[in-house]
């Protein structure tokens, strides 16, 4: 168990937390969610003893082991792989002091035996703990975990020292799954992973019976690993039940409950004041007039939270292309002596949205970049189609910015028919307003940079977007505005990203790179998971060798009467999910009808209650008051259904 109480931190003139209170039962899984800035980061340092807050307190039960993982970037050391996961585990302490016990014990003299019986004790004991540990099939645990985070079989003898900065996390990440302490804190635990390795993450994740606490953007990773969320704004944690998508339409219908009690609020005092300005000069009714001015002084006006200022993102319309937009024909790629990819052959048509995706290392941003014209292959010919206009998303800043311009130079030298008041307009709905224009690029940090490149692309005129991890710095909610944007671009769209959700909604085809090959999956995100999870579990081969062609398509794509009858089988189970999302629905209608029917009479009670000449009636007030309570009980009992049927509802969506 974890209690915050009445926690309170300031940066300066910052107020990061003001009064914040927040109890975590064990076993419980929370989303910790809010804008960029909230101090989410933060909060989790002050639980972990990290960051001293002014004022509150942070109880956490005796005994209570915390594992976290950052953000940043850290270092691991130089030596080997296993050795780093077995110290953070706690098996290199066991075997140290199992490995001094049994010295001690050899170098004892023969008739030393209560000394012998102690040590012997020890021993015994440090052996169960090492047990307790898996300390003997240790390597295997490791192996095992590694392989699912993306690691090759020799990971485990590999120095540290060699790693990337990206796999360093993930090398983290695996000591700390390993270690399997009573609460894993998470800060944005999906960031360097690809999708494979995030799925293998989320089924790990499933049967961990600890507590979590987990930060991240990935709306899919919080749907599936989260039973709460607890959102951090203003300084203060409020919890909703449920996941994140059950938090969206929950924190929506409380605000706009929040906003009906301020417009009832309003009124209310409305009355009371003319009430008051009616009567002030009134001799029999000086002692109501009072009475209504100190239930004015009493009352807490009802403020609606301040949202975070959001941008606003719409491509414009541009030339239309030709039918092909793009078109490979047996493309390679090598670095050294190394194949990344050969032979991958496909045509893009206008309009299509295609996600491009594969394990990291697969070669998914070097075909970007081919594609892009910021490569060149090693065998093969690329063809752009009939007046084909092309944008280019690098997820390396430094391609899609230059460093030494200011935010203002970089978008005036574009050279777009946008106008000088037009291009502010635009810098201000991205947050970029006042002296902010005239900031370095540099400086900047990486959401904003990300800001300015996708700025970038929609001052061009373009009517193809090759985008690589575009979304790798962006919040939630900029996230989804930038894929409605999308969704109603008129050009064709290629998109690599680690973001499932993002994906889900806009890819209509896949393209998979495996093994140097190209496999194509017609349908959105899920479907390409659904599929390739039965043809890898039946130990099929098909797909294996890509040969896209205008007409004949082969692989996972081809029309055959295999495939006719999977899509036959897909389009079943949707309507069956879909007769049992109808049929939930219908129970739900009339629950939602009763609720919002229920509300209603509670608010006009609360109206009547306000009343003078109702105030004057004591009877009347006494009714009001005992339906009122009746009313809040029968609230109580509808919440449930409610809450139970719209997390079914929901389970049906995936």
């Known amino acids: 168990m974890i209690r915050i109480s009445t926690l309170s931190l300031s940066f300066r003139e910052h107020r990061v937390f003001a009064g914040l209170n927040w109890a975590i039962p064990s076993g419980s899984r929370f989303g910790l969610v809010g804008d960029n800035g909230a101090g989410k980061t933060t909060l989790l340092r002050c639980i972990l003893g990290l960051v ?25 050391g130089e ?22 016990l049994e010295d001690h014990i050899s170098h004892l003299p023969a008739d030393a035996e209560e000394e012998r019986r102690i040590l012997l004790e020890r021993h015994d004991h440090a052996v169960k703990e090492f047990t307790l540990r898996n300390g003997y099939v240790f390597p295997s ?22 790693f990337s900065g990206g796999w360093k996390m993930r090398l983290l990440l695996a000591a700390l799954l390993l270690a399997a302490p009573d609460v894993l804190l998470l800060d944005e635990p999906t960031n360097h992973l690809d999708t494979e390795s995030m799925e293998w993450l989320e089924g790990y994740l499933k049967d961990f019976r600890g507590t979590l606490i987990a930060i991240s953007h990935d709306r899919r990773f919080l749907d599936k690993m989260t039973s709460q969320i607890a959102e951090l704004r203003n300084g203060r944690i409020t919890v909703y039940k449920g996941n994140y998508s059950a938090y969206l339409l929950e924190r929506e219908r409380r605000l706009e409950a929040l906003r009906k009690e301020m417009e009832l609020q309003k009124a209310e005092i409305k009355h009371i004041r003319d009430f008051v300005e009616r009567f002030r000069y009134k001799a029999s009714k000086a002692s109501q007039v009072q009475s209504r001015i100190k239930m004015l002084e009493r009352y807490q006006e009802i403020e609606m939270e301040e949202e975070a200022q959001r941008i606003s993102i719409v491509f414009p319309e541009s030339e239309r292309s030709g039918r092909v937009v793009l078109s490979a024909e047996k493309i390679g790629k090598r670095y050294g002596n190394l194949w990344i990819f050969r032979n991958l052959d496909f045509e893009v048509e206008r309009g299509e949205r295609i996600a491009l995706v594969g394990v990291n290392g697969s070669g998914k941003s070097t075909l970007c970049r081919i594609l892009g014209g910021r490569e060149t292959p090693e065998e093969g010919k690329l063809h752009l189609g009939l007046r084909v206009q092309m944008g280019f998303f690098s997820q390396e800043s430094a391609e899609n910015l230059d460093y030494n311009k200011t935010v203002w130079q970089e978008i005036q030298g574009l050279g777009t028919r946008t106008d000088e008041k037009a291009k502010r307009n635009l810098l201000g709905a991205f947050l970029f307003s006042g002296d902010d224009i005239h900031k370095p690029i540099h400086v900047l940090s990486g959401g904003e940079k990300s800001r300015l490149a996708l700025l970038k692309l929609l001052l061009l005129d373009t009517n193809l977007l090759i985008l690589d991890e575009p979304t790798n710095h962006l919040d939630m909610a900029t996230k989804e505005l930038f894929q409605k944007a999308l969704l109603q671009y008129g050009g064709t769209l290629l998109i690599v990203s680690h973001d499932r959700h993002f994906l889900d909604a806009l890819a209509t085809r896949v393209f998979e790179i495996r093994d140097g090959t190209l496999l194509e999956y017609r349908g959105n995100y899920s479907y390409f998971i659904d599929k390739r999870t039965r043809i890898m579990s039946e130990g099929a081969s098909e797909g294996q060798n890509s040969s896209f062609s205008s007409g004949k398509e082969s692989g996972i794509a081809s029309s055959t009467s295999k495939d006719r009858d999977g899509r036959r089988g897909a389009a079943e189970r949707r309507n069956e999910l879909y007769r049992k999302r109808r049929a939930l629905q219908e129970l739900l209608a009339p629950v939602e009808k009763h609720l919002d ?20 009636n004591s ?10 309570a009746s009313l809040e009980k029968e609230l109580e009992q509808l919440m449930p259904r409610w809450e139970e049927l719209f997390l079914q509802i929901e389970a049906l969506q995936e």
């Not at 509150?56 to 976290?68: A, F, H, M, R």
């Not at 030596?79 to 199992?98: C, M, N, P, W, Y």
């Not at 095992?144 to 993306?150: D, F, H, Q, S, Y």
């Not at 009877?619 to 009122?628: N, Y």
């Open 52 to 76: 001293s807050p002014d004022d509150g307190t942070v109880e956490i039960t005796k005994g209570l082991s915390l594992g976290y993982l950052p953000q940043d970037m850290v270092e691991l």
């Open 597 to 616: 029917e229920v509300e209603k009479e509670k608010r006009h009670i609360d109206c009547r209650l306000c009343e003078p000449d109702v105030l004057e």
């Open 141 to 162: 645990l490791a192996g095992k975990v590694l392989k699912g985070l993306g690691f090759r079989d020799d990971a485990l003898g590999t120095l540290c020292g060699t």
């Open 79 to 100: 030596g080997s792989v296993l050795d780093f996961l077995k110290e953070r585990a706690g098996i290199t302490q066991i075997e140290k002091h199992l490995s001094t």
């Open 619 to 628: 009877t009347e007030v006494q009714t009001l008051l005992i339906r009122r």
